[in-house]
């Protein structure tokens, strides 16, 4: 049995004892610490140390990684089985990226919160870099207005939500090897990371709603209408809208069934899984007049695309056309491109973007249109409980803190309601003083 003793300012003994011969000697080792560090946190490190050097009075050799070694090791065995291939792409972007370059040669015990607290405080300084290819590593050339992060732009430094995002892979990370004994405790739980302000959601008013839905109605064409009724009409995410069947529909019920959403990672491509959530598979009630415009629209697909089937030869059932249409025959997807392929997931979005910007609607994203579809609710006075499982939210406290602006009228109607009790309840004011009348004048 090891012993640990304080011996003076920032100096520990550890001491064990090991058997040589028939006799038990003791082995002794004095540490000096950070002076930075609080007591408590010393003893826990020179208590870590005793165990060290207990197992190497056995013979046994401590097995440590790097964090880079580590990093695998997490990735194949704590996130594989579980996390969705979009989450590992992440991380090992966040890893690749940032931590792993910077910290990825250090043995996990050396990660100490100083250590750590230093690198972040780097980070914050670190200009941002652009994912995107130069032009010349371009299999095609740019579209018109495809352009690259300007240098301006990239020599700003991190924003704190992706400081956030590094910070919270690394402390994600550390916390499975505290979980399999691999660290005592986890230094990223003594760093502190920038705070964060809550950014309000963009959404529309009802007036501004129903002008972008007539012309969407009337000006934007068949895909993109679609896309933006299942965003705004039922809440849907960009992925799930993408990975949309016509037998996802049942008419009867007037209802649409969302199990799938369209991802992609750098390594897998394009892929249809499970929504984000569990909470993400759901059925939700279609507005009554939606199921006319999705039965005239799958009406009109069926003829393109039949009379395509049905006129090819030979000679024509290699063209892209034709591969199109056999594969909208197959899977019906709502959303696609003029072939009948099923779209890329950022499709919708960037034709929404160019339609909204050139209809008086600039800066809207067609992820805004979901935040519209939960405000309207909320403002409508549809209950919390109904609209967090049209939007697939766990928890509905997630949809109502995050929809509150939209309870600004409920507010001023409960102060008004409010205000007419305080005014019922205060005295009556005394009437004024009747005035003397008038002396005569002579």
């Not at 739980?189 to 002008?211: F, G, I, N």
């Not at 491109?337 to 067609?366: C, E, M, Y």
């Amino acid at each position: 049995m090891g012993t640990v003793t304080k011996r003076g300012a920032n100096s520990w003994r550890i001491a064990t004892q090991v058997k040589v011969g028939k006799e038990w000697q003791w082995v002794r080792m004095t540490l000096r610490m950070d002076p930075a560090l609080s007591e408590s946190v010393q003893q826990r490190e020179a208590e870590k140390e005793l165990r060290k050097l207990e197992k190497r009075m056995e013979g046994e050799v401590a097995e440590t990684y790097t964090l880079k070694e580590w990093s695998e090791i997490w990735l194949t065995k704590h996130l594989e089985l579980d996390a969705s291939p979009v989450t590992i792409s992440n991380y090992r972007y966040l890893l690749d990226s940032r931590i792993l370059p910077q910290l990825g040669d250090k043995p996990l015990e050396d990660l100490t919160p100083a250590l750590l607290t230093d690198w972040l405080y780097n980070l914050r300084q670190q200009p941002r870099k652009s994912t995107r290819k130069s032009d010349e590593q371009l299999k095609r050339p740019r579209r018109p207005g495809e352009k690259l992060i300007p240098p301006s732009k990239q020599a700003k430094p991190l924003s704190v939500k992706t400081i956030l995002l590094y910070y919270g892979c690394l402390k994600t990370m550390l916390a499975a090897a505290v979980r399999v004994g691999q660290l005592e405790y986890n230094p990223m739980d003594r760093v502190q990371h920038p705070k964060k302000r809550k950014k309000k959601v963009t959404t529309l008013s009802e007036d501004d709603a129903t002008r972008l839905l007539q012309l969407i109605l009337t000006e934007a064409p068949q895909p993109l209408k679609l896309s933006v009724l299942l965003a705004m009409l039922c809440g849907l995410r960009l992925g799930e809208v993408c990975a949309l069947h016509y037998y996802d529909i049942d008419r009867d019920a007037e209802t649409i069934a969302i199990t799938e959403a369209l991802k992609y990672t750098p390594r897998t491509g394009a892929f249809t899984a499970a929504p984000k959530t569990e909470a993400g598979e759901r059925i939700i009630t279609l507005p009554h007049s939606m199921i006319q415009i999705l039965h005239d629209s799958e009406m009109e697909d069926d003829y393109k695309y039949s009379d395509i089937l049905f006129d090819i030869d030979d000679a024509e059932e290699n063209t892209a056309e034709v591969r199109g249409a056999r594969e909208w025959d197959n899977k019906s997807w709502i959303i696609h491109n003029d072939h009948g392929f099923q779209v890329n997931k950022d499709t919708p979005s960037k034709w929404f973007r160019k339609f909204a910007d050139a209809h008086g609607f600039a800066g809207i994203t067609f992820h805004d249109l979901r935040h519209a579809h939960a405000s309207l609710l909320v403002a409508n006075n549809i209950d919390i409980a109904a609209i967090a499982a049209r939007m697939g939210h766990a928890d509905p406290s997630v949809t109502l803190s995050v929809y509150t602006h939209a309870l600004t009228a409920k507010d001023q109607a409960a102060a008004a309601s409010l205000d007419n009790l305080l005014t019922a309840a205060l005295p009556a004011a005394d009437p004024p003083p009747a005035e003397d009348p008038p002396a005569d004048v002579k």
